[in-house]
C-alpha cells in the first residue's frame, strides 16, 4: 500500500496541488492525504484552510483531510518540532493515528526549511519529499541550510510557471530539478473556484470583459506582520496605491485585504476614498485574488510584491503595476531575508505605479535572461555559503552592470564583505580578504561596544 500525504497551508497552495495531480504530476496511490495546516499567529481566531470559500471544489483529489494543528495540539505548527530521540515515537504515533500502518509513504511539502513541513519530513524519515511551490520563493535561494538527511531526500521542485523563462535556484544545492506545473491545469482548477464567495458584493462583480470600466483592484499583504513594514508604514502605502489609481483615472477601486490584517486599515482607506471622491468597497470574505481576476475583470492591478500580481499578468494578461518595492529593498533585514527576491523579480519586472506612461503601455521591465542573471547573483550575495558555485555568476553579472539600476538591489557593504564588484574601490579591494585587516576591525569593533557599555 502506497500513501502520499500532502501538507497544506493556502488555498493558493492547494488548487497548486489540485493542478499538479490533475496533470498526473503525482503517481498513483491507494489513498491521499490533505494535511490542513494553519500557521497564523493565532490560529484559533483565524479561519483554517478547509473551512475557506472554494476549499470544496478541491476536497475529492483527496481521500481524507486531516489537521496538523489539531495532531500537535496544543502547540503552534510553526513553532514546534520533535526532539531527535523522539522521531521514531511520533512516526509509531502518527501511523496509529492516521491508520497508515505499514504503509510506503511519500510526502509533498511547501516551504522546506522551516516548521511544519522540515517537521513532517523529519517524522517520516526516509520518505521521498516532493516540494511545492506556491509563490515568487521558489525562484530565490534556499533561506536556510537543511540537513542533508532530508535534503538528499528531495527529488524535484514542482512550481507554477509565473515568469517564463526564469529557473528557480530553490533546492539547486541538492541537485533537485525544477518542474513546471501545467498552466492550462492551474487555470481550469482556478475556474472552478471562480463562483467561490457567492455573497461578494463588489462594483463591476460579472463584467464579462477587461477595459477601462472595470474596477482597479489593490492587494494587501500584511507585511508588518512580517516585521518588513511598521503597521503605520504599511497603512500609508495601501493609501499610495489608492492615490496612484485615482490618479490614473479609477473612480471605483477594489481593495481586497489579507485576512489577518485589522480593520482600521480599511477604514484608513474608506475616510481617503471619500476625499478623493472614489467608489471603494473592501472585501470581507477571504477568497484568492485569482477568483476576483475572473469575477470582477480588474482594469488595474496593483500591489507591492505579492505573487498575486505575477499572476494577474502571467495567467489572466491584465495589466498591473507594483509600488513600495524601492522602499523594501531598501528596509528588508538581514540582507538574506526571503523575501528579498521576490521584491526583485517584481521591481525589475513591472511598472511602477507611479510611472503612468509605463502603466498605460503596459510596459515590462528586465529581460528575462537579465532577470536570470540578477537572480543568481542576488542568492550568492544572499546565502554564499549555501551556493558558493554561484560566486562567478554574481561577479560577471555585478562587473557588467555597474550602474544605480543594478545597485539598488544589492547593499554596498554586502558587496565589500563577500570582496565582490561594486563594494569598496577596486584599489582597496584586496582589504576584505586580508586577515589582518579583518582581525583589526573584528577587534576595533569588539573595543567600540566595551567603550559603549
Request: aromatic share 6%; charged share 20%.
Amino acid at each position: 500500500m502506497t500513501t502520499q500525504i500532502f501538507l497544506a497551508s493556502t488555498l493558493y497552495g492547494t488548487a497548486t496541488l489540485a493542478a499538479a495531480l490533475d496533470s498526473d504530476c503525482f503517481a498513483p496511490a491507494d489513498r491521499r492525504i490533505l494535511l490542513v495546516c494553519n500557521n497564523a499567529a493565532t490560529p484559533e481566531t483565524t479561519p483554517a484552510l478547509d473551512a475557506m470559500p472554494g476549499f470544496e471544489r478541491l476536497r475529492d483529489r483527496f481521500d481524507d483531510v486531516l489537521s496538523w494543528n489539531e495532531t500537535i495540539s496544543p502547540f503552534h505548527p510553526g513553532g514546534w518540532a520533535p526532539r531527535p530521540d523522539d522521531t521514531p515515537l511520533w512516526e509509531r504515533h502518527l501511523r496509529l493515528l492516521w491508520n497508515l500502518g505499514e504503509d510506503d509513504v511519500t510526502l509533498a511539502v511547501e516551504s522546506i526549511q522551516v516548521n511544519p513541513a522540515l517537521a513532517v519530513c523529519q517524522i517520516f524519515t526516509g520518505a521521498p519529499v516532493t516540494v511545492y511551490a506556491d509563490g515568487l520563493m521558489s525562484y530565490g535561494p534556499t533561506r536556510n541550510k537543511i540537513d542533508p538527511l532530508v535534503g538528499t531526500r528531495i527529488d524535484r521542485l514542482l512550481h507554477l510557471d509565473l515568469v517564463p523563462g526564469l529557473t528557480p535556484v530553490l533546492l539547486t544545492e541538492f541537485g533537485v530539478a525544477p518542474e513546471i506545473v501545467p498552466t492550462d491545469a492551474f487555470l481550469k482548477v482556478l475556474a472552478e473556484l471562480a463562483d467561490a464567495g457567492e455573497d461578494l458584493a463588489v462594483a463591476g462583480d460579472g463584467e464579462p470583459t477587461v477595459g477601462e470600466g472595470g474596477p482597479a483592484l489593490l492587494l494587501g499583504q500584511y507585511l508588518s506582520a512580517l516585521d518588513i513594514l511598521s503597521a503605520e508604514e504599511e497603512e500609508a502605502l495601501h493609501v499610495r496605491m489608492l492615490r496612484g489609481v485615482v490618479e490614473l483615472g479609477h473612480t471605483r477601486v477594489v481593495f481586497k485585504p489579507h485576512p489577518s490584517a485589522p480593520a482600521r486599515w480599511s477604514r484608513a482607506l474608506e475616510q481617503e476614498a471619500g476625499r478623493l471622491g472614489a467608489e471603494l468597497t473592501v472585501l470581507t470574505t477571504p477568497v484568492l485574488a485569482e477568483v476576483l481576476y475572473q469575477r470582477i475583470r480588474p482594469a488595474l492591478v496593483v500591489g507591492c510584491f505579492s505573487t498575486a500580481l505575477l499572476t494577474a499578468s502571467a495567467l489572466y494578461g491584465l495589466p498591473v503595476a507594483r509600488t513600495g518595492t524601492g522602499t523594501l529593498l531598501e528596509c528588508l533585514t538581514p540582507y538574506e531575508n526571503s523575501n528579498r527576491v521576490p521584491v526583485t523579480i517584481v521591481d525589475a519586472l513591472l511598472p511602477d505605479l507611479a510611472d503612468r506612461a509605463a502603466v498605460e503601455e503596459r510596459r515590462r521591465g528586465m529581460e528575462v535572461s537579465a532577470l536570470n542573471e540578477l537572480v543568481r547573483a542576488a542568492a550568492f550575495a544572499m546565502q554564499p555559503k549555501i551556493y558558493p558555485g554561484l560566486r562567478p555568476d554574481a561577479e560577471r553579472y555585478l562587473a557588467a552592470h555597474p550602474g544605480a539600476g543594478t545597485r539598488r538591489y544589492f547593499k554596498r557593504r554586502r558587496l565589500t564583505s563577500l570582496a565582490l564588484p561594486g563594494g569598496v574601490p577596486a584599489q582597496l579591494a584586496f582589504i576584505p580578504r586580508n586577515a589582518t585587516v579583518r582581525r583589526v576591525a573584528r577587534r576595533a569593533r569588539a573595543l567600540g561596544r566595551t567603550a559603549g557599555r
